[in-house]
């Protein structure tokens, strides 16, 4: 993982969340970690990583070869 993404992911949701003004809506963090979680996983994947697993299926042959 990237120090700039745990440097960010501190300041503004660890040093935010903190204040009391906040906590209403930092406390329900199954709204909005795991969601945060599941994108960052989904970028790391790849950009369109889905969409081109898909279309490599409907290749004549299964995707096992790379295209030109």
Not at 42 to 65: N, V
Request: hydrophobic share 40%; aromatic share 14%.
């Amino acid at each position: 993982m990237n120090w700039g993404y745990i440097s960010a992911f501190w300041t503004t949701v660890v040093m935010n969340c903190v204040q009391p003004v906040n906590w209403q809506a930092c406390l329900p963090v199954h709204e909005w970690l795991i969601p945060a979680a599941h994108d960052y996983i989904r970028f790391r994947e790849g950009i369109y990583a889905s969409e081109k697993r898909a279309l490599e299926q409907f290749r004549l042959d299964g995707g096992r070869t790379k295209p030109e």
